[in-house]
């Protein structure tokens, strides 16, 4: 599998009567292979959940281009069985008048109405242990009476279900307490492992660097950085990605300082430029401080 | 001493019983100090805060005192409690920012929030405050919804201490922010301890890592109850409850890969408070609970100012 991204662009009509228009997301370009989480990583407003929403064909994109495998993104069902979302706030995926196994039963009456109950329930038992949950605490019960961290697993486990092969996870851990937090990006590690390609959408960078082996830096929905996670954390080229990193606060260390943002022609402006290889497997938008690239 | 709370307890009032949400709680804040206080969600947090200032409907004061500045706050009796409010306790509530109203410009709102309190508004004193959070003047003439999420926050700061309390209590003040806007908010906050706007503040987060540099000390609660409160250095390098190194270790600091260190979450679930189990409300978490345990462990004392509810510790 392999998600490609080709630069991307979502423009919205905004103002009273659509009279304005606005790029939330600018020219982006990246990808996602099989057994690989990517993090996308930003602030809020930055174009993080528009590009998710892009890959899950919930909103189209305005140009460029989004292919899973060679083949466009389509919002119908054979795309869904291979491609699906979780989002921040596992409260809204569910009805609460139901019982939260409902999204279960949703799955089965849409993609596999043939499968008999008994085994269905032996599938659903099983993608709910993937998830380290207890069925027998967790099924047959309303979403009120479950927390946040297992609401958050049962979507997981029912993305598992379908015969996944991207995942597209927007913030879901953000509204998750740390314990509970550590256990859901673990999880993630383990369907990567099992070969799935995941797309980690996060505001939080020790979160995504925990997980990712690439990391995409989104400004103003523009990549100003992206490459190993190591590269990017680890020796960041962009004053924003150090800026962001230097806010980051730390347990055992003093908060740093902002790293100064010196001009340049790239970043001065709020969007950046071009992207060009800094060195391998590592590209920037900006220069290193010391000059801007010829 | 700013603050003594001692033996505080504060349940709900629910269908099916009491939730004790806040059960026998005391610590003690110097002048001067920010105590963080942290914990997982549902430990009672925001129930400590509220208790300080105003019980809501089905909050009951069951038992505790409560003293500022030497003064017992009449925390059980919402009308004299108004004396304080404002002028002595001042609460940043969680989601406040989305609390403000929204049809109102906000130097009209914070007009007639002070004269519903009888005090004139000081334009210059206002002004300089807006100054040192680094808003514009030009915020006044704004509506709440023109303002970004950290601005709002910042303003809400500025409003909640405009008369000077002795204690502010800031509830996830930060915790939807970004992390340089959450940077620029928690510096502020430190910014209107030492200018002396606030004599003490308890700073509500979940996030440990952000408490261990803003606060002086740091508590953390588990099910209702203290588990361990220590200076903020101590509690991050060394810290002597299971449940505090447990939620330490669950933290993946920037640099630490799931590659090269698969870090843990905490088995298990926090007990309902509506019946909490007897002994330490840990214990069906804790690696290393034994027999003892079955009892409820008290508050001890182990270094200077740092304390510790365990009988292991
Ligand atoms: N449906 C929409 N119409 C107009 N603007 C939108 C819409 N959805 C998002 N935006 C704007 O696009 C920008 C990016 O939003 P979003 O993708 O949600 O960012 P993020 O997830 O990084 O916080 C924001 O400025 C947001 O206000
Ligand atoms: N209005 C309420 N009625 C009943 N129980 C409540 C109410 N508000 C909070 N609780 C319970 O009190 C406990 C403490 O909640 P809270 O103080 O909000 O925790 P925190 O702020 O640490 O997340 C939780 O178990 C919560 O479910
Ligand atoms: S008192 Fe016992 S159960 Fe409680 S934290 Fe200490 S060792 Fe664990
Ligand atoms: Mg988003
Ligand atoms: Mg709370």
Known sequence: ?294 | MSLRVSELRVYYRTLKGDVKALDDVSFTMRDGEILGLAGESGCGKTTLGKSLIRLDGRMRHVGGTVELDGRELPIGDDRRMNAFRFHEVSLIPQYSMSAMNPTRKIGKMVGELLRSRGVALDRAELESRLELVELPRTVLDNYPIELSGGMKQRMVMVISTLLNPSLLIADEVTSALDVSTQKAVAKALIGFRDAGFVKSMIFVTHDLALTSHIADTVMVMYAGKLAEKAPSAAMVTAPRHPYTRLLINSLPEVGVRHADKKLSGIAGSPPSLLDPPAGCRFRARCPVAGDECAQEPPVAEVEPGHFVACWKA
């Open chain 1, 1 to 294: 599998m392999m998600l490609q991204l080709d630069n991307v662009t979502k423009v919205y009509k905004v103002g009273a009567f659509g009279g304005r228009t606005f790029a939330a997301v600018d020219g982006v370009s990246f990808d996602v292979r099989s057994g690989e989480v990517v993090s996308l990583i930003g602030e809020s407003g930055s174009g993080k959940s528009t590009i998710g929403k892009m890959i899950l064909g919930l909103t189209p994109v305005t140009a460029g281009s989004i292919t899973v495998d060679g083949a466009p993104v389509k919002a119908a069902k054979e795309y869904y069985r291979h491609v699906q979302g979780v989002f921040q706030d596992p409260f809204s995926c569910y009805n609460p008048v139901f019982k939260a196994d409902r999204v279960f039963q949703l799955i089965k009456e849409s993609y596999y109405p043939q499968v008999s109950a008994a085994e269905w329930d032996g599938r659903v038992r099983s993608a709910i242990e993937d998830v380290r949950l207890d069925p027998g605490q967790v099924l047959g019960r309303y979403p009120h009476q479950l927390s946040g961290g297992q609401l958050q697993r049962l979507l997981i486990a029912r993305a598992l279900l379908l015969d996944i092969k991207l995942l597209v996870a927007d913030e879901i851990t953000s509204m998750l307490d740390a314990s509970t937090r550590i256990d859901v990006l673990n999880l993630l590690a383990e369907l990567k492992e099992r070969g799935l390609g995941v797309l980690y959408v996060t505001h939080d960078l020790s979160l995504g660097n925990y997980l990712a082996e690439r990391t995409v830096v989104l400004r103003n929905g523009a990549v100003v950085e992206m490459g190993l996670t190591d590269k990017v954390f680890g020796d960041p080229l962009h004053p924003y990605t150090r800026k962001l990193l230097a806010a980051v606060p730390r347990l055992n260390a003093p908060w740093e300082d902002a790293a100064p943002t010196d001009a340049c022609r790239y970043h001065a402006g709020g969007a950046s430029g071009a992207l060009f290889e800094a060195e391998a497997g590592h590209f920037v938008a900006c220069a290193r401080l010391d000059g801007c690239p010829p």
